[in-house]
């Protein structure tokens, strides 16, 4: 196995609160206003990075963004001091005050798109950061990606950095969580597959009625350009309306993929089998075989993937050639979906191994372990120039522990938003996060 996947995991932010802000994620809306636990949340994460890495795996960390997030505030009106704003954003609309708290910049599967070196024109790591714009509570979070995402890959040489695209509707851009790459190695040539929910100019009647669909055509198609990709190895597919409709919100509820393999269920995309065909095509052109492993709806439903997050997986290869599926517990508790791994990884095929993390705090906002993780293809040099600061080993997960036992509250609810105290609590606690992993001044309270 050449090249390395390293996946940045999203740290669990001080504000991980339950509003119910997604609306098309089921879990986030059912499990508006229970209490949730951040210290736990963010825990929790740690555990599955430090576990990932131990196994062999490359496994970063991402730091949270500043919330609650007074820019906006200020600029819709709200003035005074820090505790002034608050005050008057609180006794105006709790909610505003809850979407401008949000700590939904942990998944950073949303945080960016990434392209490889060997299949860019240029030979750089691409990044075009997610405008998100379909969620307000997210629609704020590209200029702070942006700055940590710079940070992180710092060098000019292999890295290529781009912003937001414009924050208009038919723009709408989530991430990698609807972007999946396909190859024989990381470091050598694959076929990237940009999956979208809807054109973006044109309205059609091939579109959800329940929930948004919020990844355009128009944006995936926007990146692939920034990104210098060749038109013969880069695939634009579909989501089904119905898939959407069912709450899988971003392509990475309802299919998964690693190398040559993408697990999906057998309703994920619309033309399905046509879509594959073009993917099987252009893989041969670089000299690879794609390997689809279809989960049948009579086996898992589509209802039953998205309450277990089936598919919201990491699919992750060992050095013995065979593949790891990672999966929230929520799977293993469930009787069918269980028994379908279990015999996908008795099967004698591709994925062979099931790991299982304990990711409740993350799972009751509507995000499991590929909601958790940006994936970066890199070589030998490219890992090389990454902010190793970012890379998870012993000495780091435990600093990262003490950190948020020090920084951390237990309990947080929605009207614990208003307390000034906790802005101070989060400011301190970025910045010695930012000390810690060696990232500089990449928040604007850091920069007066």
Request: net charge negative.
């Amino acid at each position: 196995m050449s090249g390395y996947e390293v996946n940045f995991d999203g740290l669990v932010g001080l504000t991980h609160h339950y509003a119910g802000l997604s609306f098309g994620n089921e879990a986030s809306t059912r499990n508006q206003s229970a209490v949730a636990n951040p210290k736990l949340a963010a825990k929790q994460g740690l555990l599955k990075m430090k576990a990932l890495s131990d196994l062999g795996f490359k496994q970063g960390v991402l730091p949270p963004h500043e919330r609650p997030h007074l820019a906006t505030l200020r600029q819709m009106g709200f003035y005074g001091s820090d505790a002034q704003v608050l005050s008057q954003a609180n006794a105006y609309s709790p909610r505003l005050l809850s979407s401008l708290s949000s700590a939904s910049a942990m998944w950073v599967a949303n945080a960016a798109t990434v392209s490889p070196s060997a299949d860019s024109a240029d030979g750089r790591v691409h990044f075009t950061v997610a405008n998100l714009n379909n969620k307000f509570h997210r629609a704020i979070e590209a200029e702070t990606t942006s700055a940590i995402l710079r940070s992180t890959f710092n060098h000019t040489q292999h890295f290529a950095h781009h912003g937001a695209l414009p924050q208009v509707a038919s723009l709408g851009d989530e991430g990698a969580a609807n972007h999946n790459r396909l190859c024989a190695e990381y470091d050598r040539p694959g076929v990237q597959v940009f999956v979208y929910g809807r054109d973006g100019l044109v309205t059609g009647n091939n579109e959800p009625v329940r929930y948004p669909a919020r990844q355009t055509r128009l944006a995936s198609d926007a990146v692939a350009r920034l990104h210098q990709l060749e038109a013969s190895r880069t695939v634009f597919i579909q989501q089904s309306p119905q898939a959407i409709d069912s709450g899988v919100f971003h392509n990475d509820v309802i299919s998964v993929s690693n190398r040559q393999v993408l697990f999906h269920h057998q309703q994920a995309f619309v033309h399905q089998q046509a879509a594959f065909d073009e993917i099987r095509r252009k893989m041969a052109s670089v000299e690879c075989e794609f390997q689809p492993i279809e989960v049948p709806q009579s086996r898992v439903s589509l209802d039953d993937a998205v309450a277990t997050y089936l598919f919201n997986s990491q699919l992750l290869s060992r050095a013995d050639g065979k593949m790891t599926i990672v999966v929230p517990e929520e799977s293993r508790q469930h009787a069918a979906v269980w028994d379908y791994l279990s015999d996908l990884r008795d099967s004698g095929g591709p994925i062979n191994q099931i790991e299982v993390f304990d990711l409740r705090e993350s799972m009751r906002n509507g995000g499991g372990p590929a909601c958790l993780r940006l994936r970066v293809a890199l070589n030998e040099t490219e890992l090389a120039a990454v902010n190793q600061a970012s890379l998870i080993d012993e000495v780091l997960f435990n600093r990262l522990n003490v950190w948020v036992d020090k920084h951390y509250r237990d309990r947080m609810q929605q009207e614990d938003l208003a307390d000034p105290q906790l802005l101070t609590e989060v400011r301190h606690a970025l910045d010695e996060l930012t000390q810690i992993l060696r990232l500089g001044s990449i928040y604007p309270f850091q920069q007066f």
